[in-house]
Every structure is written in C-alpha cells, then in structure tokens.
C-alpha cells in the first residue's frame, strides 16, 4: 500500500523537527500532510479545594489555543514552502489527563510523525503521547529525534530483527518507505542464543522480492546493551533510518529492565519508524 496520508504532531516549542521530516517524505511520495497541534487544558493542584475563577480558566484555556495556532501557522508557511497537499487542525486535550482527542484524529492515517521527548524543550505529555500512538493508534509512527537531522532521507534503512511479532509489524507499516530505500540492513543482535537456521534469511528473502537490496549483518555477542549495538551500528554505518518493533515487552517489563524501545526512544540519532 503506497503511503498517501501523513499526519504530524506539530511540537508547540523549538525547531519542530518532525514536520521537516513529515514535509520531506510527503514531497516524495506524493502524500496528504495533516498538521494536528494540540490545546492543553489547565490542570489544577489537587491540593486547591474552592472552585478556580471561571475567568482564570477561560484565559488559560485561551493561551493554550494560542500556542496551538501559532505552532499551526508555522505550519503551514512549511507546507506552503514545500508545495505539499496540507491541512490543519487543532485538539483539546487536559495535561496529565487521557489521550483520546490526539488518538482519534491521528488512527485515520497512513503515519504517524513526531518528535522525540527533549528534556530542554519539553512538550507536554510527550512521552505519553508517544506510547499511546504505539499501543493504541493502530498505525506505525515515525520518531524524529530533537537534535534534528540534515535532509531525511531513506538511502540506507536499517530493520533492528529479532524475529518477533512486533518486528514483522514495522516491516510490514514501513514497506511504502523501505520501497525508497537504495539499501536495507538487517541488523541481528546475537547475544549467544540458540537459533534455528540461518538468521534473518527468510526475512531478507521476503524483502528482495519486495524488489530491495538487502544484506544481513549480525552484531555478536556485543559487550554494550542490544539498544547500544544498535546505536553503534547506526553511527559506523551511516543509517539514514531505522525501523523497529515498538515495546516487544510489557511496558512495565520495559520500564523495570530497560528495553531496546526505551533506549531507542531516549538516545536515537536518526529517524525511528516504530509499530507494535
């Protein structure tokens, strides 16, 4: 299935490197971009008891549209910019509070694009965000990290395989975007395990009869955490792009025993295009 319909988070603060890469994949496949920049409600302190001013409330709730309308109109001089079909659209959304207005608009599209958590620039609920798009949309997302990027590109696309569900998952989302690809990896991090056949074989087979160039590497018995070799691999080999199998684990399992997810999501250097 070609990848006609983007739909991108556009960040309320800082350079919004996300519609950059949303525009610039958008310009070569001929898709729809939607912009969806999000109003965050008021959240009050639990600790105060009497009803807040009605007008406190409506100022907020005023400056928070605001902020959404100005993250829009940078937007769409973007769009306009890149000659890209575009739309734009806005949500209420309560800080701290569910994210259905976000989900609902963002499960009727092709992809999903937005940016990593910063820490310097924080956009609100981010790293909420980020996991209820994976676990709830029903559509894959690509992650653009805060330090930016230069010109996305697709040249080489690396697949972190570890033979799971989810892995199959991001291959499948990605194939409009591998179909770009001048050439993919298929990364295998060998820790010792016991392996039938020959790793990833069968999935670099699959893929050249999608019409791809594909090798398989196979990183073995690295001394540093899966996350890390692929970090490694990632910067020694010049990935332009990585796709991925999104939280293999319980989140919970993730969050105790850290995760290649978690590792990715706080440390990538290139786009991440995730599924789970």
Known sequence: ????????????????????????????????????????????PGFVSAPMPSDFLDVARGQAMEAANTALEDFKATAKRNGVRWEARTANIVSGGASDPFINQARISDLIVMGQDDGKVSEPMREMLIEAALFESGVPVMLVPYIGSPAFSTDHVMIAWDGSQTAMRAVHAALPVLALAKKVSVVIVDKGQPRAGEPGADLATYLSRHGLEVTVETISTPQTRVGDALLNFISDNAVDLVVMGGYGHSRMREFVLGGVTRTMLTSMTVPVLMAH
Request: no cysteine; net charge negative.
């Open 1 to 44: 299935m070609a990848l006609k319909d983007i739909i991108t988070l556009v960040d309320l603060n800082g350079p919004r490197h996300a519609v950059k890469v949303a525009m610039e994949l958008a310009q070569t496949t001929d898709a729809h971009v939607t912009g969806l920049a999000l109003a965050f409600d008021p959240v009050m």
